[in-house]
């Protein structure tokens, strides 16, 4: 079992910028891929980024390419979403997520956090 938690969001205005974390535990990660995926409101969920724990190999949905950054540190088991120019349609519940890399599903989901931008 991995277990994930998510911290970070909050509410801020257009142009901000917020830094989403995921902690993990309950296994070691090194055959992991690590991603972030999001819904707003009446929307489905969608992968907005990922990244394969050992060769940082990373994933951008084109909506967050060049604003958003995924990273992990692996002494602290914890990924993060650096999240700049952030737009009203960034406003979303952002989840953290596991896969091992040769499953295309992402089996493990930490619980969320709400992420708001304001106009």
């Known amino acids: 079992q991995v277990q994930l938690v998510e911290s970070g969001g909050g509410l801020v205005q257009a142009g901000d910028s917020l830094r989403l974390s995921c902690a993990a535990s309950?296994?070691?990660?090194?055959?992991?891929?690590m991603g972030w995926f999001r819904q707003g409101p009446g929307k489905e969920r969608e992968l907005v980024s990922a990244i394969t724990w050992t060769s940082s190999n990373t994933y951008y949905a084109d909506s967050v390419k060049g604003r958003f950054t995924i990273s992990r540190d692996i002494a602290e088991n914890t990924v993060y979403l650096q999240m700049n120019s952030l737009k009203p349609e960034d406003t979303a519940v952002y989840y953290c997520a596991a896969r091992v890399g040769s499953s295309a599903m992402y089996n493990y989901w930490g619980q969320g956090t709400q992420v708001t931008v304001s106009s």
């Open positions: 309950g296994r070691t990660l090194s055959r992991y891929v």
